[in-house]
């Protein structure tokens, strides 16, 4: 099945680290994005890119960076991690040619602990 | 700027019950409107959407209806199971923002048996 894939599910790491988190997709998407859930503020967007020569910052974007490695692949990076980085990371795909939609596909989460 | 507004939860129902989740938004122009559910250790997955002023959106027995009179894009259920305990969350996209989406915060749906 074309799918939305993270890796690694679940990660711990302690403050000043520098953590990497690595989204793929087969489905041929285009559009890749990173959000950010907290508890009780929904999803946040920290970066996207709408093909692999196009980054933009979304709402929470400092402290994070990303790397778009191919149209496939959406690398999110915590240069130097503090706890309250600490949250649930979704990757997710769209395609442009659904721009009415904009119907996004979602991964299935990275659990990042700080300490 | 855009902005989701959604009934805070959680919300506990017994099975068979009726549910609303009702969400209002701000747009500056005319959006296109989803409800996404996240079932407990997973992704988002879109559960319907609606892109023009009196569609509907439908899907597994959940319906929600564009009113862009009073902005708002409610979810209804007229019997909920037990399988339906999630988490929902309305958003919004615009061509004015790129297409991005805003979400609400989400509602906490559990269905008790």
């Known amino acids: 099945d074309a799918d939305v894939t993270q890796t690694p599910r679940n990660r711990i790491t302690k403050t000043g680290k520098r953590i990497m988190l690595e989204c793929s997709q087969t489905?041929?998407?285009?559009?890749m994005y990173w959000y950010r859930q907290d508890p009780g503020l929904g999803l946040q967007l920290i970066y996207y890119?709408?093909?692999?020569?196009?980054?933009n910052k979304g709402e929470i974007s400092d402290g994070y960076s990303v790397s778009r490695q191919a149209q496939a692949k959406f690398s999110l990076s915590l240069e130097s991690a503090i706890p309250n980085q600490t949250a649930l990371y979704f990757c997710?795909?769209?395609?442009?040619?659904?721009?009415?939609?904009?119907?996004?596909?979602f991964g299935p989460g990275t659990r990042l602990t700080v300490l | 700027g855009n902005s989701v507004t959604q009934m805070e939860g959680p919300v506990t129902l017994s099975e068979e019950a009726f549910l609303t989740i009702n969400c209002t938004y701000t747009a500056t122009g005319y959006p296109s409107l989803f409800w996404y559910v996240q079932y407990p250790g997973e992704g988002l997955q879109l559960l319907l959407k609606?892109?023009?002023?009196?569609d509907k959106g439908s899907n597994k027995g959940f319906e929600a209806t564009y009113r862009k009179e009073t902005t708002s894009f409610h979810l209804e259920k007229g019997s909920v199971q037990v399988s339906d305990s999630a988490v929902y969350f309305c958003?919004?996209?615009?061509?004015?923002?790129?297409?991005?989406?805003?979400f609400g915060k989400g509602t906490l749906l559990t269905v008790n048996p």
């Open positions: 609606a892109t023009k002023a009196d």
């Open positions: 997710a795909t769209s395609d442009h040619r659904g721009d009415l939609y904009n119907e996004q596909f």
């Open positions: 489905k041929g998407h285009d559009r």
């Open positions: 890119s709408f093909d692999v020569k196009d980054i």
């Open positions: 958003a919004l996209s615009e061509r004015g923002s790129n297409y991005k989406l805003t």
